[in-house]
């Protein structure tokens, strides 16, 4: 009985090893995709503010001043 309790045992430790090893895994996957994110929402933020300069010259210049303001 002693025996088929440590054969049971070692398995239960060899399985929560195994488990540790993927968390770790996971965890090191959701980091980076953590930075990727960081990144992309940079990019998006940036790329929206040369949009938005890029429309408002495209307005000033579609919006010619009247000749008396000149």
């Not at 090893?21 to 980091?31: S, T």
């Not at 960081?38 to 010259?57: A, D, F, I, Y």
């Amino acid at each position: 009985m002693n025996d088929e309790l440590a054969t049971r045992l070692g398995k239960i430790e060899s399985h929560v090893a195994h488990l540790e090893h993927q968390v770790e895994q996971m965890n090191a996957v959701i980091v980076a995709q953590d930075k990727w994110i960081e990144r992309l929402k940079k990019e998006v933020q940036r790329q929206s503010s040369t949009m938005e300069s890029l429309e408002m010259e495209h307005i000033k210049a579609n919006n010619a001043r009247p000749p008396h303001y000149q």
